[in-house]
């Protein structure tokens, strides 16, 4: 006889950002009977070879180059000071552990059940549970469920030997440097790392198919940071036409793994460490989601309506297994739109107002903690102009020197720009985009996202008296 499936008000398949969220929503707010089913570790892409491991290691590349504008200030600091990278990393995972217990702890304290196990659709809304402990298999049932099972980043299956680099995943285990390391990918994931791994001294290459990285930023954006990872002594391979297979010469940890890269033009290139960031894919292969009769786009992301409805039922997905603005803020934010609508509607802590709640996907504001760092919402002045016309648009440009690298010597002001935009529309000029480079930039768009948000015009930022003395106050005064 089948074992009878445990049924639930609401199952989510992942434990990550965006899965967490709906499920607490559900379970903590509105009662709803929730199941969480994980199979990795809890909190997903995010805490465990994400945003947050990789912010700490961003802030430990900033207090190295902290240390030499130290001497600007007269402080007398000596060069090539050393660090212990083992012992950060060791800090690094034991701060990750931590989280996910909290995860863990905020799921019971909730009322969300946890299961560990791969899930696998049935058919329908049931789902079989292959449990991690060995135990065998449970099966359950709810007349909701969220798909929220993130994804991975790839390597390419096409070039021999690839296999003998890492991804962003593998970045993480790093606990001895490689003196020299090639990036292969131009957008946020081989900038940030690159990034942090020449600002503690490691010889960086990045290969790229064009002119500049962050292709999909606005051209400022693209333009300055390019030239800027140049002049700091980042090597930029522009145009680079790829490689056609990756040699292991020998292996080890750190500067003793040696690599040789080979090129489609011939041309072959040496180092410790080869890290690709060629995109992402979707986690949902094991899930089998065509037994549920969930389509998928050709890229094998989940289909989805502006409501997070599939194709089925009662079967929703969010966060980056539909490839949407795949970012942390936007799944949890998705997560709790989609709990407050199946639940919250009938609910006295929630109410009629929420039965259409979902994420408003536009005019999201994102960082990208490069060196610089840099913020974006909204339009590029490309996309803004094809959108409203050339007449239709105006823009707002400044590029100066922040008051932080006033001691600097002259060459060393030119490679740290600041550089500001603002992009707008019509003639109540209202403010469609916003791009900043600087120091800062990161805390700086959180609270002008707000404002671009609620359809701010260029004249409500006039408007706004300057803090002095600050980079800040360059937005407010623009002309």
């Not at 407050?340 to 709640?357: E, Q, V």
């Not at 996907?361 to 094809?386: D, R, S």
């Amino acid at each position: 006889m089948a074992p009878t499936a445990k049924s639930y008000d609401f199952i989510v398949i992942g434990g990550g950002s965006g899965g967490s969220g709906a499920a607490r929503r559900a379970s903590g707010w509105y009662g709803a009977k929730t199941l969480l089913i994980e199979n990795g570790k809890s909190g997903g892409t995010c805490v465990n070879v994400g945003c947050v491991p990789k912010k700490l290691t961003w802030n430990f590349a900033s207090i190295s180059e902290a240390l030499k504008d130290g001497v600007h200030y007269s402080y007398d600091i000596p060069q090539n000071i050393s660090f212990n990278f083992a012992g950060f990393k060791k800090k690094r995972d034991a701060n990750v552990k931590n989280l996910n217990n909290a995860y863990e702890r905020n799921w019971n304290r909730e009322g969300v059940d946890l299961v560990l196990g791969t899930a696998t659709f049935k058919g329908g809304r049931e789902l079989e549970v292959k449990l991690q402990d060995g135990s065998g298999t449970a099966t359950f049932t709810a007349p909701h469920i969220l798909i929220a099972t993130g994804g991975h980043p790839t390597k390419p299956e096409d070039i021999p030997g690839s296999e003998h680099g890492i991804t962003s995943d593998g970045f993480f285990d790093i606990a001895e440097l490689p003196k020299k390391m090639a990036f292969v990918g131009a957008g946020y994931i081989a900038v940030e790392l690159a990034g942090v791994m020449h600002a503690i001294g490691v010889e960086c290459h990045m290969f790229i198919r064009n002119e500049t990285f962050l292709r999909n930023f606005d051209p400022m954006i693209q333009e300055t940071l390019t030239k800027r990872y140049e002049d700091v002594g980042i090597t930029v391979h522009k145009n680079h036409k790829g490689f056609k297979e990756v040699i292991s010469l020998k292996d080890g940890i750190g500067s003793e793994k040696l690599l040789r890269l080979i090129g489609h033009d011939g041309e072959t290139f040496e180092c410790n460490e080869l890290l690709w960031a060629i995109g992402r894919a979707p986690e949902i292969e094991e899930l089998q989601p065509a037994n549920a009769g969930v389509k998928l786009k050709p890229s094998g992301h989940v289909i989805v309506d502006e409501y997070q409805n599939t194709h089925t039922d009662g079967i929703f997905a969010l966060g980056d297994v539909t490839g949407q603005a795949e970012l942390t803020p936007v799944a949890i934010a998705a997560g709790r739109a989609l709990s407050n609508r199946l639940f919250g509607s009938t609910h006295p802590r929630g109410g009629p107002h929420l039965a259409h709640a979902k994420l408003d996907y536009a005019n999201i504001p994102t960082v990208v903690f490069a060196h610089p760092e840099v913020g974006t919402i909204g339009l590029t002045e490309p996309q803004a102009t094809a959108r409203f016309g050339a007449a239709n648009v105006k823009t707002y440009h400044t590029r100066f020197t922040a008051m932080y690298y006033d001691f600097h010597p002259a060459d060393e002001k030119a490679k740290n720009p600041t550089e500001y935009k603002l992009v707008c529309e019509g003639p109540e000029e209202r403010i469609v985009g916003m791009h900043i480079l600087g120091l800062g930039s990161s805390e700086m768009m959180q609270g002008f996202g707000v404002a671009v948000k609620m359809g701010a015009r260029k004249r409500d930022f006039d408007a706004c008296v300057a803090i002095h003395p600050t980079s800040a106050e360059e937005v407010v005064t623009m002309r």
